[in-house]
């Protein structure tokens, strides 16, 4: 399936001054790039620069340099209200003198779209997002999770080219958020809108998004598929920052056909896949707590802790003669006593290495 | 409801209670029972009831039904005329300022807000006629148009109407402009960018979205101001002259010069009438406007 390109974004930079004077780079040579109908995730600590990319889309925020271009054309210069793409906002901003249904077709109204077309919008709209017959009440009388819907009604009733969403469940409780991120993902698929999300909890981004662009300071630090952001990532900071992660520094000791060897600090080997690397190469191995099995395996250890986290169990274990690493198993598996020694491994093709040394 | 109870209940309401009825109710009745007394020859009244204290205010002269002439009501409504001007002024110079003085840095809206509230420590009567001094044939207002040639001759620039609407909306500002401060300050940025990433022109903005959520601001210093300047008679005085009699120096007059209380108070009582009719039916719109937007 091959889509047209929707959005292109170039070398943005974004300069802010701090009270003290100082200024940063609040974006500093940002490339984003998003096709139609793709669900595109900005994900990154706060501070990152995801909300002001967000806000320069959607013409709150100019760029000091760089270009924007939604279907080719250059939005530099046009004010928000000439820009084809609408906002979920944070706090939603629902306008609280209005009724639900005024709000939602709010759009409709400032294009002076006739009075029928209008209510028959709006009531598809709140049909949507599963609203229907709440049309007459007040922002105000509704829950956190209705007012969140209203909000995504309100950006999607006028069909916007792009819908952008500023951490928009950040409010909501864990259930209920959820609920609401595969609500979101259905949504989009139905409407065939393309999403730029804003997030920093990274497990909403690798649930709904087609691709996570991950930002740190101003800068892309990768953008791939949820999938191989998880289990390939290119830097120290994405590894870390998505999902828990043990991060081995590793040295390349021998290729043999499609297996590596790496030795570890304390003189213990690991197996990984071969592919791309280089003997004699320091590097970081990365191991995932999930993909650890216990028992069996190369890696002799200490249990020194087991904590209890619901369905599973987090354990931490010190290496013989290295690092400690984090291990989560099942609740249900049978665990010796903390001081315990014992071994542990990883299938190869699970231990991805980065070329970045720890 | 306990004995208890309802000894708790006037223990809190007794001093509210009291204080009103000493200082308001008390006094209105003194003025209400006083509009419908005869007046006395040489001022006091006489205890007996009399109707053409309000017969004059509605246009007949004492007991002479055939002389139809609504002088007072005239005045009256000149002073409502007044009144009105005034708030309307007043709201087209404060509502652009707030929403200037909402956007400044921290330090300088507190340097502004006090700004605002410096007129206060000065003395009213000093800083109307201070107005006096700058806008007389010799004041400081045509020295300087002569001095730079744009005028050849002095301007009549005092005891004008004109003269008497500037006071009036000099000592009025910050009543209005603190209250629609106050609902502009407050108000939601993220509200004016939803707006407008909706899709509204910035005129569309204000009218649907910022006008609406200020308006209690707009009713609060339009209300604030509007019942004072209806009765006020110290600006009219000084700057008006004797052509600008308002309501406020007929009232004075009747209570002072002319020592004819029962008149006076009568004046009063429909002043009072017309304001609050005049508020309630604001107020009723006021409310209908916001509840419909």
Known sequence: MSRSRLLDIRAARRLFTTPEGKSFAALDGVDLAVDEGEFVTLLGPSGCGKTTLL???????????????LDGADLSGLPPHRRPVNTVFQSYALFPHMSVARNVGYALEVQGAPRAEREAEVAAA???????????????????????????????????????????????????????????????????????????????????????????????????PPREIYRHPKTRFVAEFIGETNLLPARVEGISGAQALLSLPGGQSLQAEAAGLEPGRTVTAVLRPTDITLGTGDLAGTLLRADFMGADRHLRVALEGGPEISVIARDT???????????????PALVHVMEEPT | MTHRDRLHLWGLLGPVTLFLGVFFLIPLLTIALYSILTPGLYGGVEWAFYHWNYGRIFGWADGIDEVFEPVYLQILARSLGLALTTVLLCLAICYPVAFWVAWLPQRWRMLFLFLIALPFFASLIVRLYAWLLILKPSGLLNTVLLATGLISEPLDLLYTPSAVVLGMVYIFLPFMFLPLFAAIDTLDAALIEASADLGAKPWQTFL?????????????????????????????????????????????????????????????????????????????????AGGAA
């Open chain 1, 126 to 224: 709140l049909e949507k997002v599963g609203l229907a017959g709440l049309g007459t009440r007040r922002p105000a009388q509704l829950s956190g999770g209705q007012r969140q819907r209203v909000a995504l009604a309100r950006a999607i009733v006028a069909k916007p080219r792009l819908l952008l969403l500023d951490e928009p469940l950040s409010a909501l409780d864990r259930n209920l958020r959820q609920q609401m991120q595969f609500e979101l993902k259905d949504l989009q698929h139905r409407l065939g809108i393309a999403f730029v999300f804003v997030t920093h909890d990274q497990e909403e981004a690798l649930t709904m998004s087609d691709r996570i662009v991950v930002l740190r300071a101003g800068k892309v630090e990768q953008a791939a």
């Open chain 2, 208 to 288: 649907k979205v910022i006008f609406p959520m200020t308006l209690p601001g707009v009713v609060a210093g339009s209300v604030i101001v509007f019942i004072p300047a209806v009765g006020n008679f110290i600006v009219p005085d000084i700057l008006g002259g004797a052509k600008g009699l308002m309501t406020g120096n007929l009232i004075e007059q009747q209570f002072l010069s002319s020592r004819n209380w029962p008149f006076g108070s009568a004046l009063a009582m429909v002043v009072m009438a017309v304001v609050l009719g005049a508020l309630t039916i604001f107020a009723t719109r006021a409310k209908k």
């Open chain 1, 55 to 69: 806000r320069a889309i959607a013409g709150f925020e100019e760029l000091d340099e760089g270009v924007i271009r």
């Open chain 1, 333 to 347: 598996a049978v665990l010796p006593q903390p001081g315990t020694r014992l071994h542990l491994g990883c299938d």
